[in-house]
Nanobody
């Protein structure tokens, strides 16, 4: 299973970006999909998560500004980021729990990371 993330870039404060992450390869089922981020000198932290039933949860720091969604037909997860702040600057990673076959348990897979830079 490979994850390809895209959509990062440089944006001014109060601007917006939309990240995408597509899973490909031998996939039987995708369970939880999530976005993490890691700023320089900080640990990687959970930003948002969406279950297979489309239930969502967010870090307090992004609630009301970020929206996670998924397209199950495309095995793709999105992160709509509005009202961006300089403290949102980080490398954003997608994470997917996926099973390659009906008899294998889901495993965690990571995307390569996409850089989001918010200028003040």
């Amino acid at each position: 299973v490979q994850l390809q993330a895209s959509g990062g870039g440089l944006v001014q404060a109060e601007g917006f970006l939309r990240l995408s992450c597509a899973a490909s390869g031998s996939i039987f089922r995708v369970n939880v999909m999530a976005w993490f981020r890691q700023a320089p000198g900080n640990q990687r932290e959970l930003v948002a998560v969406i279950s297979s039933g489309a239930g969502t949860n967010y870090a307090d720091s992004v609630k009301g500004r970020f929206t996670i969604s998924r397209d199950n037909a495309k095995n793709t997860v999105y992160l709509q980021m509005n009202s961006l702040k300089p403290e949102d600057t980080a490398v954003y990673y997608c994470n997917v729990a996926a099973a390659r076959t009906a008899w294998e348990p889901p495993r965690n897979y990571w995307g390569q990371g996409t850089l989001v830079t918010v200028s003040s």
